[in-house]
């Protein structure tokens, strides 16, 4: 069993920066983020295999979020910039041991992260 705590959300004014962490206490192969906004169903966002080479992002996201990982400590983060209302959500770490091209579905949830674009 592994357990993913994030860190990193709050209150942030439209263009500006936030910084997501997620700490795992055992080794995963994909580790990523998803998202779920009030009224709306859970979507992917970014994940990152193996060393961190391997990323994937939505297309929602791409060119403003960057996702990477440090496997030495069993952490992902995702630096969210040029951030807009739309990006409001809970941000949900996620990582599974197993990689595909096409879908990431994770074996292992966070409690979830606020993140709150408003000015």
């Known amino acids: 069993q592994v357990q993913l705590g994030e860190s990193g959300g709050g209150l942030v004014q439209p263009g500006g920066s936030l910084r997501l962490s997620c700490a795992a206490s055992?080794?995963?192969?994909?580790m990523g983020w998803f998202r779920q906004a009030p009224g709306k169903e859970r979507e992917f966002v970014a994940a990152?295999?193996?060393?961190?080479?391997?990323?994937h992002y939505a297309e929602s996201v791409k060119g403003r979020f960057t996702i990477s990982r440090d496997n030495a400590k069993n952490t992902v983060y995702l630096q969210m910039n040029s951030l807009k209302p739309e990006d409001t959500a809970v941000y949900y770490c996620?990582?599974?041991?197993?990689?595909?091209?096409?879908?990431?579905?994770?074996?292992?949830w966070g409690q979830g992260t606020q993140v709150t674009v408003s000015s």
């Open positions: 055992g080794r995963t192969f994909t």
């Open positions: 990152a295999a193996g060393s961190g080479s391997i990323t």
């Open positions: 996620a990582a599974s041991y197993t990689y595909s091209s096409s879908s990431f579905k994770p074996d292992y």
